[in-house]
Nanobody
């Protein structure tokens, strides 16, 4: 059964850090582009970051560039999103998704993990 499971969300103070994990089962992450999306209350879903399968190129939304880092561990079939210098506007449910490439609509989605940035 194909599955993506996010973990690592929680409550953090502004300026703090969190590392999200996206673990895959039923397929090999290395063959897919893996993206992180987020959706804040009352807002549309937005793409945050993506790592391609072909050459491990990484992409970031302007709002997180310089603060977030996406990486993959193929041995663990897991992709990570390191989030530093968190701001209140980063509060959202974060989803990981797998697709053919970073420009395509993802094929598989996780159920999300909540990140709350608040003092």
């Amino acid at each position: 059964q194909v599955q993506l499971v996010e973990s690592g969300g929680g409550l953090v103070q502004p300026g703090g850090s969190l590392r999200l994990s996206c673990a895959a089962s039923g397929f090999t992450l290395a063959y897919y582009a893996i993206a992180w999306f987020r959706q804040a209350p009352g807002k549309e879903r937005e793409g945050v970051s993506c790592i391609s399968s072909s050459d491990s190129s990484t992409y970031y939304a302007d709002s997180v560039k310089g603060r977030f880092t996406i990486s993959s561990d193929n041995a663990k079939n897991t992709v990570y999103l390191q989030m530093n210098s968190l701001k209140s506007e980063d509060t959202a449910v974060y989803y990981c998704a797998a697709g053919v490439d970073c420009s395509a609509e993802p094929r598989y989605w996780g159920k999300g993990t909540l990140v709350t940035v608040s003092s």
